[in-house]
């Protein structure tokens, strides 16, 4: 290869680049069949920005490709600290490809970044791509692990921060890597203070989130570790008498003390949150594409029973010429929830409307609870798989919308005195207060710290 091209990559000379290309147009074309470095690995350590935007416009595929240590153009900028060149090639590939792409150690670009404690960096790559907060290494190290591991103190709290701001926890802070080590198990470990402070100190950025008594491989939680760092190294004795104080507050068992405590409160144990739980560490354990498919698979269902309900087998009644259906309603015999309904929404005065399937009950009734299970589940594993999005809340207001919809739909197309559509309503209705109470607890956090701000 024509070492001009690498000396210009280096200073960033975009008119030798011209000129090399106009005697040979192909000569960038040649590095897609190579696993060496090509000019943009090079440009992109080297911090020429504008050198980078100058290849890209020529050649984006270059952006995609790895040299021998597996290590892209953003790998190396990542790493480097060279901010204007990430942003160079965030902007023309597409973010979620580059963002994930995964070197020997299959570490991707955020790895890199928090690793070396480019905090400029690290923000532009999880805005660009919040699930990157979830990728593993060949460790299963996350990057919040690797900031933990290396030590860096301000690119911990960045990270938590973001997890805070995105909704992504407790998950994220409670996976374990290859040996089963939460952060908290390294940063103990580590004898790590501050970071100890971080997560399940007074002022921990996420409150509640961590579990202080998860235990790692080797059935050793973090308490466990924290005693035989005393025994066996100490340290500064006000550092560690702080440590000692934050775990008790924090109520920090040892196994053998968490086992004995699990087995006595078993009896107990609150199905709900072990469901919870349950759902939350198989969203965690799973791939991206998992949870791509899942949420189109999810899309589909929800789209198909909300039809179904707004689309009965067998259509809708309609007023006959005679006003038969109106005598018809008039003397149905109505239940006390019927009339309450009458007196909020006002008195149905026909049967039009109504679905023709309702005068067979119990297809009806079956009809209606399968496709209900199936809009509500559906609807709760978007709203379970959405979190961490960008404009989350406003997704809270939709999912509220839709449910809301669905149930008055429900309450239309079924005859009054059929009070199965109350079962939906509850269920559904608790969805709903869920998603709600998140809505208003976002937008009272947002306005404090608007206010906070200024």
């Known amino acids: 290869m024509d070492h001009r091209l690498f000396d210009a990559a280096r200073s960033g000379d975009t008119t030798t680049l011209q000129l090399l290309l106009q005697e040979d147009p192909l000569l960038l074309d040649r590095f897609s069949m190579s696993s060496l470095e090509n000019p943009l690995h090079v440009s992109a350590f080297s911090g020429q920005a504008a050198f980078a935007e100058e290849i890209l416009r020529h050649k984006q595929e270059l952006a995609l490709e790895q040299n021998q240590q597996g290590f892209s153009p953003l790998h190396i900028a990542s790493a480097s600290g060279k901010i204007e060149v990430v942003r160079a090639l965030l902007s023309v590939g597409p973010k979620h490809v ?123 939680t973090p ?136 005068d067979r009950r119990v297809h009806f009734t079956l009809y209606s609870a399968f496709n209900a299970i199936g809009f509500l589940v559906s609807v709760a594993m978007i709203s379970q798989l959405t979190k961490g999005f960008p404009l989350r809340n406003w997704m809270r207001l939709c999912i509220i919308s839709a449910v809301s919809t669905y149930c008055l739909a429900i309450v239309y197309i079924a005859p009054d005195e059929d009070v199965f559509w109350v079962v939906v309503l509850a269920a559904a209705l608790l969805l709903v207060l869920r998603e709600l109470y998140f809505f208003v607890k976002s937008l009272v956090n947002g306005i404090k710290a608007a206010t906070s701000e200024t």
Not at 130 to 143: G, I
Not at 234 to 248: D, K, L, N
């Open 223 to 358: 308490k466990d570790i924290l005693d035989v760092v005393i025994e066996t190294e100490g340290g500064s004795v006000s550092e560690m008498y702080r440590v000692v104080q934050i775990f008790q507050t924090a109520s920090a068992n040892n196994a053998r003390t968490e086992r004995q405590l699990l087995k006595r409160s078993h009896p107990t144990r609150n199905p709900i949150r072990m469901i919870k739980n349950h759902i939350n560490d198989e969203i965690n354990n799973s791939t991206l594409e998992q949870r791509e498919t899942l949420m189109i698979v999810a899309t589909l269902i929800a789209t198909l029973t909300f039809t179904g309900c707004l689309q009965p087998p067998g259509a809708f009644k309609s007023d006959d010429a005679n006003g038969g259906s109106q005598n018809n309603a008039t003397n149905t015999t109505k239940t006390s929830l019927g009339r309450t309904l009458d007196n909020i929404f006002g008195q149905r005065n026909s049967t039009a409307g109504q679905a023709i399937m309702a």
């Open 98 to 220: 580059l963002c994930r792409l995964k070197d020997k150690d299959e570490s991707i670009p955020l790895h890199c970044a928090v690793q070396r404690g480019r905090a400029e960096v690290v923000k532009e790559l999880v805005s660009s791509f919040p699930e990157s907060l979830r990728e593993v290494n060949a460790s299963l190290e996350t990057p919040l692990h690797v900031a933990v591991k290396n030590n860096q103190v301000e690119t911990t709290k960045l990270l938590l921060e973001e997890i805070k701001k995105r909704d992504m926890s407790p998950g994220i802070v409670n996976m374990g890597n290859r040996e089963g080590n939460t952060v908290l198990h390294l940063a103990t470990l580590g004898k790590q203070l501050q970071i100890v402070e971080m997560l399940i100190g007074d002022d921990a950025i996420l409150p509640g989130s961590v579990d202080v008594n998860r235990q790692n491989r080797n059935w050793l």
